[in-house]
């Protein structure tokens, strides 16, 4: 079956836009991760989803980041007034409801803020 | 936050040596992860090692866990050259919860 996929591939912005990054989680996952990668922090954990909740959102990095999830399915991370340390490799991840232990990654979206 | 830390953070053997990769963490786990990255992009999953087994095994890795120490150590043996890539390790407390990712160590295998 298809894996989790993640558009857009590679995302480059001006500083103070907006940009929506999107991710397809595998068919049935109901838990929902998103991670941040970048060089200076390396691999971040973001946010979680259990089905359309996110039980804790304190490991978003501001106010300007926000994310949602509806239908139990896809999921968006929004980040809003860019700026260029955001610049990151954004990932995304789900597991199934039997084993939420590991994890199944999505390729990422690469981000640039210029 | 950062909780594990890898070492050495980059290793460059010969294609057909083993190649070992620690990892140090901080709190109490209910398992740990190693995953490998090609090109900075998605991450595969290795292998899991629950907080109360010591060793693993999964074709040509060994995984081992020591809880006293907070350390693990990822093996794999024989190597090839398809085994370049960086590698971390990531602990969990249990449940759905985010994984706390290492810095990885970049593995390169010398043709």
């Known amino acids: 079956g298809a894996g989790v996929s993640q558009s857009p591939s590679n995302k480059v912005t001006e500083k103070g836009k907006d940009v929506e990054l999107r991710c397809d989680p595998i068919?049935?996952?109901?838990?929902l991760y998103w991670y941040r990668q970048s060089l200076g922090q390396g691999l971040e954990f973001l946010i979680y989803f259990q089905g359309n909740s996110a039980p804790d959102k304190s490991g978003l990095p501001s106010d300007r980041f926000s994310a949602e999830r509806t239908g139990g399915s896809v999921s968006t991370l929004t980040i809003q007034r860019t700026q260029q340390e955001d610049s990151a490799v954004y990932l995304c991840?789900?597991?199934?409801?039997?084993?939420?232990?590991?994890?199944?990654f999505g390729p990422g979206t690469r981000l640039l803020v210029l | 936050s950062q909780q594990g830390e890898e070492d050495p953070q980059a290793l460059s053997i010969q294609e057909g040596e083993n190649a070992t990769m620690n990892c140090s963490y901080k709190?109490?786990?209910?398992?740990l992860q190693w995953y490998r990255q090609n090109s900075g992009r998605g991450l595969v999953h290795l292998i899991l090692i629950r907080s109360n087994e010591r060793e693993k095994h999964s074709g040509r890795l060994r995984v081992t866990l020591d809880t006293s120490k907070k350390s693990s150590s990822l093996l794999i043996t024989a190597s090839r050259a398809a085994d370049t890539a960086s590698y971390f390790c990531a602990t969990s407390g249990g449940g759905a919860d985010g994984l706390t990712f290492g810095k990885g160590t970049h593995l390169i295998i010398q043709p």
């Open positions: 991840a789900s597991s199934p409801p039997w084993t939420q232990e590991t994890q199944y």
């Open positions: 709190t109490s786990i209910n398992n």
């Open positions: 068919s049935g996952h109901t838990a």
